[in-house]
């Protein structure tokens, strides 16, 4: 095969399931995170990083065969690639596709890194944590999440 098909190589089509395009170079992995996927469940999951956009620079992507994401998913994601679109394929046509928008809220995805909050606890409470400025603070107790969004979603 010649250099210029190498070039021209792409990941292929899915049949149904979810394209996320648009993601901001380099954070493919943190969204695989966000969505519990670490390749033990089966799905047949694409990745392409920094891949050439004229709107990012560089942008990644991520499909995912079979699978719709919750809103709760989409609201995380939408605070480590804020110009994601969510492409919803139903054989192989795409079906609906909206932008992710940055939510007030985010539930149930991060865990709070305060040990002694009661979302960390053994108790049947939802972490919450209300979107600010400068990250995501948990409503129960105050803890601000800044930096490392990544490190601290919740494993499935
Ligand atoms: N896609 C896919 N499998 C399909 C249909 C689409 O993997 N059966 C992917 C495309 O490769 C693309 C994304 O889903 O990465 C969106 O598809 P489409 O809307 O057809 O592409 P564009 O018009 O280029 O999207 P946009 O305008 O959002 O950039
Ligand atoms: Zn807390």
């Known amino acids: ?33 966000i969505l519990g996927i670490d390749g033990t469940s089966g799905e ?19 499909k995912v065969e079979g699978r719709e994401l919750s809103q709760n998913e989409v609201d995380v994601l939408s605070l480590i690639a804020p110009a994601a679109s969510i492409n919803i394929v139903r054989d192989y046509d795409v079906v609906e596709k909206h932008r992710v928008e940055r939510p007030s809220v985010v539930v149930g995805v ?14 049947p409470v939802q972490s919450r944590f209300a979107v ?15 930096d490392e969004l990544p490190a601290h979603i919740l494993a499935d």
Do not use: F, W
Not at 44 to 62: C, E, Q, T, W, Y
Not at 132 to 146: A, M, P
């Open 1 to 33: 095969m010649s250099g210029d098909d190498d070039q021209q190589l792409r990941v292929s089509k899915i049949q149904n399931g979810t394209v996320i395009d648009h993601i901001t170079g380099g954070q493919a992995l943190n969204v695989l995170a």
């Open 44 to 62: 047949s999951v694409s990745v392409a990083m920094n891949m050439p956009s004229d709107r990012l620079g560089k942008k990644d992507i991520v």
């Open 110 to 123: 991060l865990e709070c890194p305060n040990h002694n909050c009661i979302t960390t606890e053994d108790e």
């Open 132 to 146: 600010v400025d400068d990250g995501v603070r948990c409503e129960y107790c105050d803890t601000i999440i800044r």
